[in-house]
């Protein structure tokens, strides 16, 4: 769970796939602090969190997930799974940060059908 924070995803997935081991990689130590005392409280055994940058992690893994990556994080989850051959879902955030980077932030309320 890449950006998972307080594992609103790697917990869930902890949780229903007991057999998997779910990693959760932050750079917000709180909110890490946060997923491992709430896995705990659960009797979840099979989640753990890692402090680092998205881009650093490189232990092998099957499936990336990232919910809410914020700005460019998602692109680096993206890269990263690539880079494992992992599987990957990802629901990016900040789109609009994004797009004003690009210059494209108006292009959808500018949008009219012909």
Sequence with gaps: DFCGGGGHVGLLLAYLLPTWEVVCVDTNQHGLELGAKRAK???????????????????????????????????????????????????????????????IHNQARNYTKD
């Design 41 to 103: 409280d659960l009797g979840l055994h099979n989640y753990t969190s890692v402090t680092m940058d998205v881009r650093e992690y490189n232990e092998p893994f099957d499936l990336g997930v990232a919910l809410h990556a914020c700005g460019s994080a998602s692109d680096f989850v993206i890269d990263v799974c690539l880079k494992a051959t992992a599987a990957l879902v990802v629901a990016p955030c900040c789109v609009g940060k994004v797009g004003k980077i690009l210059g």
